[in-house]
């Protein structure tokens, strides 16, 4: 099963790879599911780690902030919408935005614990 699911994830970063190459591309956002769902489109990933780690899946992103499940250190934003990461629970502080098709990691910033997409 784990090796099931990395070869999804790494897919779905080769996938919005290659869509970032060729310039590709409210409900509020579903809880959190396993990394089945990373890469898939709509989707917003991210890791606890820089790609590594526990993972949590997003979809129907809205305006609202979302907490994250734990710290994390790397997305994988596929959906149509650019997303701000914040640093505390409550979408305050100084924001680190992934635009849409975006594929990022961040771990000399520290760990952000909730999102607004915009």
Known sequence: MRIRKTGRVVAGAAVASVALLM????????????????????????WEGAFSGRTAVFTDLGDECVTLPFGVLADLNYT???????????????????????????????????????
């Open 80 to 118: 149509d919408r650019s997303v701000s990461f914040y640093p505390s629970t409550d979408c305050t502080g100084t924001a680190l935005v992934a635009p849409s098709l975006d594929l990022h990691s961040w771990v000399s910033h520290g760990a952000m614990h909730s999102f607004r997409a915009s």
């Open 23 to 46: 310039g590709a591309l409210s409900a509020p956002a579903s809880a959190a599911t396993t990394a089945a769902g990373c890469g898939d489109p709509g989707a917003l990933c991210v």
